[in-house]
């Protein structure tokens, strides 16, 4: 295996990108956990919906989860 003949690797998401994505990711994540908590603030246990919450909070932990991936990667701490 000689390290001349191999290709080099190349990342599947542009570093100029990681801004961008940063930010849209955590921000929407944040979005979605303020709509989670205002949820939980204004129902009573008799108007609760547990698929719609569960949804929420999936949803919003996901784009937080990638959004400090890509935080992550964007202050050079590769993962």
Known sequence: MDISK???YTAPVNFASLPLLTT????VGLLLLATFTMIQV???????NLLK???????????????????LLWVGIYV
Request: glycine share 10%; hydrophobic share 45%.
């Open 6 to 8: 191999m290709n080099r």
């Open 53 to 71: 919450e569960l949804f929420i909070a999936a949803t919003s932990s996901v784009f937080l989860g990638f959004g400090s991936v890509f935080l």
């Open 24 to 27: 849209f990711l955590c921000g």
């Open 42 to 48: 204004t129902s009573t246990k008799y108007n609760r």
